[in-house]
């Protein structure tokens, strides 16, 4: 097996080729051992008020026990979550494992229809909403199996007399809670001061059991929900920890966490994993307000943050930003999509750190890729296989390519999903009869066994029977300095099939598109030249801030 593992001979030093994803039997487990060593330390701050492990255990288990000892739940139901980023959050995910139960992590920003499917297809026995979506909630409850709806608002654990203005602004001052009503929902202050009343039993959770129904985000037909076990999370969570190896210090650390939990990204990377380390998520509730954002930057040391390309672009264009103390800011992990050279390389120049690309699914738990922790710049790679992970080329026929060919990526490890929930055929699609999971991603891979994107399947543009990768594109436009943000798709054109279309969001407002044809000239062969270019005030995004080319091209299609 070695032999087909040219990563691990560059692997830094101190990073073993295998970690025991049975170390642990549960999340709970982990996360028991962390409260044990960091009980007075902080877990969890937002909006000024913060939670200590210690805190973090009391509630967890008053939830806990108000789900099993008052809702009566069983084992494996599943209970829905479906707020921002907020202190209620890692209490309820925390709450809901240590039941022994299933979290599905619901999109706050669901439309009707969504939240409808996620609900029907996971059977979820119980929600937890903020009131900012509670409408949402009332709109599809009778459709669904939710016995019991708990209610949430922003600042209902930010204390007296803060916790109150929060809230009386959240609804009254700026409108962001529509008028709802759901008979004999409760609040979350009162489903912790009835669970206080149960004592918290013993639960038997197994390594095969489903911590996360993880729906994936549904770009292409139905969202699935991915199951993910606890010993994919646990084996995800020591995947990563040891790639951190000693370049976290344990219980030192405060990472800075603006991808929402519900994303498997903040939710493993930020939540999960620094829980192990007894670090310090500081909670971003909208890191869409930059100015915002930056403004509580400001008022910490961080020592780590995670986000999209995306996020990075929008902090290094957004005023104060370069204010801010990275004195102690050794880590920046960027996932979720590709990230842009040009964005990598102002992110060093302004704070001293290389972005760091990493790469994984919903699938993957997600954790696959990570380039090394000690990478002096961006590489342009999304790096090489985490502990006890294969990755490997294969083309249309299954078949494994070999160095530096193009074809589908395919992984193979402990943190792959046991599969989608009950879509068996679904699932036979993904993961072959040898256990790969086909990722659907376009890449290659080097002799030194790192991995590069080369883009998704179905974003692929095909000009004249060319190849054409939207992030090879995207890579070279961002270089212009009077460009924002970009995204490339292909248009129908009736002599060579499709033709590349860029859209724009213009720092500079006297950018053409003619500018924009000669710089792509300058640095692109000729298939791969824009043929139309487009710019606009934004770009559509996901909630986690990548960019959907999907509806850039349903958009216009005639163009």
Request: proline share 6%; with cysteine.
């Amino acid at each position: 097996m070695t032999d087909q593992r040219p990563w691990l001979a560059n692997y830094p030093a101190g990073i073993p080729a295998e970690i025991d994803p049975n170390e642990y039997p549960s999340v709970p487990a982990v996360l028991d051992e962390a409260i044990a060593k960091y009980r007075d330390k902080p877990a969890f701050s937002n909006m000024g008020k913060t939670l200590t492990y210690g805190e973090l255990d009391t509630y967890s288990r008053q939830f806990a026990a108000y789900l099993l000892g008052e809702l009566k739940l069983k084992k494996g139901d599943r209970v829905a979550i479906m707020m921002p980023n907020c202190l209620q959050y890692p209490i309820a995910i925390f709450g809901v494992l240590r039941a022994g139960l299933t979290v599905v992590n619901t999109n706050p920003m669901y439309t009707a229809r969504e939240l409808r499917h996620q609900l029907v297809d996971s059977g979820a026995a119980a929600i937890l909403v903020m009131d900012n979506f509670g409408k949402t909630v009332q709109d599809v409850i009778a459709d669904t199996q939710i016995k019991q709806v708990v209610t949430t608002g922003l600042g209902d654990l930010l204390g007296f007399p803060k916790g109150a203005i929060v809230n009386l602004v959240v609804k009254h001052v700026k409108k962001m809670v529509p008028d709802y009503t759901i008979h004999g929902a409760i609040r979350f202050r009162e489903a912790l001061a009835r669970g206080s009343k149960h004592t918290l039993p013993e639960v038997a959770i197994a390594h095969e059991d489903i911590a996360f129904l993880q729906y994936t985000g549904g770009t292409t037909g139905v969202a699935k929900g991915a199951m993910l076990t606890h010993r994919n999370m646990v084996a995800n969570m020591q995947q990563a920890a040891a790639w951190l190896g000693t370049n976290a210090k344990r219980g030192e650390e405060l990472i800075v966490t603006a991808l929402p939990l519900y994303h498997i990204f903040a939710l493993t990377a930020n939540c999960l994993v620094f829980m192990e380390f007894g670090g310090h998520n500081h909670l971003i509730t909208n890191p869409r307000d930059m100015p915002g954002f930056v403004k509580e930057l400001k008022g910490i040391r961080m020592t780590a943050i995670t986000g999209v390309n995306t996020l990075f672009n929008g902090l290094l264009n957004t005023p104060g930003f370069d204010q801010v103390d990275f004195s102690r800011l050794h880590l920046s992990l960027g996932g979720g999509m590709a990230v842009q050279r040009a964005v990598a390389e102002r992110w060093k120049a302004v704070t001293g750190t290389t972005l760091v690309e990493a790469y994984g699914l919903t699938e993957t738990s997600p954790a696959a890729c990570i380039n090394p922790m000690t990478l002096a710049d961006y590489n342009g790679s999304i790096g090489l296989p985490v502990p006890s992970t294969e990755a490997c080329i294969k083309d249309e026929n299954g078949a494994q390519l070999p160095v530096d060919e193009v074809g589908e990526l395919c992984i193979r490890g402990p943190q792959v999903m046991k599969g989608y929930w009950q879509r068996p055929d679904d699932t036979a699609d993904a993961i072959d009869a040898e256990g790969w999971l086909h990722t659907g991603d376009m890449a290659r891979m080097d002799a030194g066994g790192y991995f590069y994107i080369v883009d998704r399947k179905k974003d692929m543009i095909l000009v004249s029977g060319f190849n054409v990768y939207p992030n090879e594109i995207e890579d070279v436009i961002a270089m212009m300095p009077g460009v924002l943000e970009v995204a490339a798709i292909g248009v129908p054109d009736e002599r060579s099939g499709e033709v590349v279309k860029v859209v724009i969001v213009r720092k500079d407002p006297n950018l053409t598109a003619d500018q924009v044809k000669a710089h792509a000239r300058e640095h692109l062969t000729g298939y791969k030249h824009p043929r139309i270019v487009e710019f606009r005030s934004e770009l559509p995004k996901t909630n986690v801030g990548k960019i959907l080319r999907r509806e850039l091209r349903e958009a216009a299609p005639e163009s």
